[in-house]
């Protein structure tokens, strides 16, 4: 007897990685019946694959190629593999700096998540919390949302406002819109785990 299949994560990231320790915590925790299969990241010293190592989450750096915003078709490839050969059933951005399409998005279609910290559609692209702050609006927030090939504009599945507080700098706001992404996305996460939204293909059949 089998108990059911859980979700295999693949967390692309770039950077310090505050969101991944966050979904591997609430999977410790039980909070999110899934587990990450593989780590990739585009940046040889980002702190997201240390993490991964220290919790034993297999991790690994491939090289972007020339571009700055995008993979080159040999890297954009080798992501391809090594998520197949992971078996991941959905890819988790978690900070990953480099705009995914053509053949990507193809490979995992419907099967891309990203968190965006702003309440999409507003302020999508860089430095969202920053283009809140200096447009003065009073409410900004956090977006976790499906990736499509446009930037930052596939189907919502969750948000979480912030309140822009009077005094408020770039990195205060930076921060509590941060400290917002780290519930939402592992809560966003246990839902999608748990079949709220179908994960369009999973990459390999329940055993
Ligand atoms: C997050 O703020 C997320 O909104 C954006 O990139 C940042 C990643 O931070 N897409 P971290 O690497 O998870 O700490």
Known sequence: MHSAKKLRLGVLGS????????????????????????????VADAGILQHAQERGIPARFIPPGAFRTKLDP???????????????????LAGFMRILKGDFLRAFEGRVVNIHPSLLPSFPGLEAWKQALNYGVKV?????????QGVDTGPILAQQAVPV??????????????????????????????????????????P
């Open 165 to 206: 507080l009077e005094g408020d700098t770039v990195a205060s706001l930076h921060q509590r819109i941060q400290e917002a992404e780290r519930t939402l996305y592992p809560e966003t996460l246990a839902r999608l785990a748990d079949g709220a939204w179908p994960v369009k293909a999973r990459s390999i059949p329940n």
């Open 140 to 148: 900004t927030g956090c977006t976790v949302h499906w990736v499509d």
């Open 15 to 42: 950077g310090k990685g505050s969101n991944f320790v966050a979904i591997a915590q609430a999977i410790q925790n039980g909070s999110v019946p899934a587990e990450v299969a593989l780590v990739v990241s585009d």
């Open 74 to 92: 040999t890297a954009e490839a080798a992501f391809i593999q090594a998520l197949q050969d992971a078996q991941v059933d959905l890819v988790v």
